[in-house]
């Protein structure tokens, strides 16, 4: 007897009608929980897969209080400008699948899983004469985009960003300037 895997559940914090209408059809096979804030969930903690959050330019997300929300260490977060959010879904039905089934028998979703899934493509994907040195070369490529996250989550400020991604100052000085990654500062919109 084959067992179906759970259905994707994800909890969806936007207050665009539009995005969420969307989201609910491209992604029709999950469990779908659309709230405005997380002020407005149920007070009942509930496991989540994924949680998507309409991030507005010059709006501060505080992740911490949706963590506090989310009743899994295992839940993915994205918090994006809804333009990035529709594409999510791609993204969110290739957690799901990883090739027809849920990593290592478990029915939730695990950013591990998905990682090692697209890593076995990637891997097929490369000649056979290109496949040395592949630790370096894909800690190069999340290396750069990862830092170019923190600094924009941190708005440019250097100490905050080395403390979100858990590494020294000076290290992350180091990597900005070995990556040449620029460092923009948003000024703050006045009131």
């Known amino acids: 007897m084959t067992t179906r895997p759970a259905p994707?559940?994800?909890?969806?914090?936007?207050?665009?009608?539009?995005l969420?209408?969307?989201?609910?059809?491209?992604?029709?096979?999950?469990?779908?929980?659309v709230?405005?804030?997380?002020e407005s969930l149920p007070r009942t903690k509930?496991?989540?897969?994924?949680?998507l959050v309409e991030a507005r330019r010059g709006a501060s997300v505080v992740l911490a209080d949706i963590q506090q929300a989310v009743n899994s260490p295992h839940t993915v977060i994205v918090a994006a400008p809804r333009e990035v959010l529709r594409?999510?879904?791609?993204?969110?039905?290739g957690m799901k699948s990883l090739n027809g089934h849920v990593h290592e028998g478990s029915d939730k979703l695990c950013l591990e899983s998905y990682i090692e899934s697209k890593l076995?493509?990637?891997?097929?994907?490369?000649?056979?004469?290109?496949?040395?040195n592949l630790h370096p070369m894909l800690i190069s490529a999340v290396e750069r985009p990862l830092?170019?996250?923190?600094?924009?989550?941190?708005?440019?400020?250097?100490?905050?960003?080395?403390?979100?991604?858990?590494?020294?100052?000076?290290?992350?000085?180091?990597k900005i300037s070995e990556l040449r990654i620029p460092i923009k500062r948003e000024k703050p919109a006045k009131a």
């Open 120 to 132: 076995s493509e990637f891997v097929k994907g490369m000649k056979s004469s290109a496949g040395r």
């Open 35 to 38: 709230a405005k804030d997380c």
């Open 147 to 174: 830092i170019t996250f923190a600094l924009k989550e941190t708005n440019g400020n250097q100490i905050q960003a080395a403390h979100l991604l858990g590494m020294n100052r000076n290290t992350l000085r180091k």
């Open 8 to 18: 994707l559940s994800v909890l969806v914090l936007t207050h665009d009608h539009d």
């Open 46 to 51: 509930r496991p989540y897969d994924a949680v």
């Open 87 to 93: 594409q999510a879904c791609d993204f969110l039905k």
């Open 20 to 33: 969420s209408s969307h989201l609910k059809r491209e992604l029709k096979e999950a469990t779908l929980t």
